[in-house]
C-alpha cells in the first residue's frame, strides 16, 4: 500500500479581486498575487511563485483554454440564432 498526502486549496475571488504579477530578472521567478476581501472586510491574499517556463506554461493552457471558451460561446449563440430565425 503506498500512502500519499495532498492537500487542495480552493478560492473563489469575485470581481473585486486585484492581481498584480511581478517577473523577477533577479531570480528568475514569476510572482501571481491575488487579493480580496471577504464580506466581513477581512483581507485574503495568495501569492504564487514559479519558475519562467511554469508561468509560460500557465499563459499558454490559460490563452487556449479562453479562446476554446470564447469560440463555444459564439457557436451557441450563432447556433441559438438559427434557431431564432427559423421560428
Not at 475571488?13 to 501571481?32: A, F, K
Amino acid at each position: 500500500m503506498k500512502i500519499q498526502k495532498t492537500e487542495k486549496l480552493a478560492l473563489d475571488y469575485g470581481n473585486e479581486v486585484y492581481i498584480n504579477t511581478y517577473v523577477s530578472s533577479w531570480s528568475g521567478n514569476v510572482e501571481l498575487k491575488f487579493n480580496d476581501y471577504a464580506s466581513d472586510n477581512s483581507e485574503h491574499h495568495l501569492v504564487l511563485t514559479m519558475s519562467l517556463d511554469k508561468a509560460r506554461a500557465l499563459v499558454k493552457e490559460l490563452n487556449t483554454d479562453l479562446n476554446n471558451y470564447d469560440e463555444e460561446q459564439a457557436k451557441k449563440a450563432a447556433e441559438a440564432q438559427e434557431e431564432s430565425d427559423a421560428e
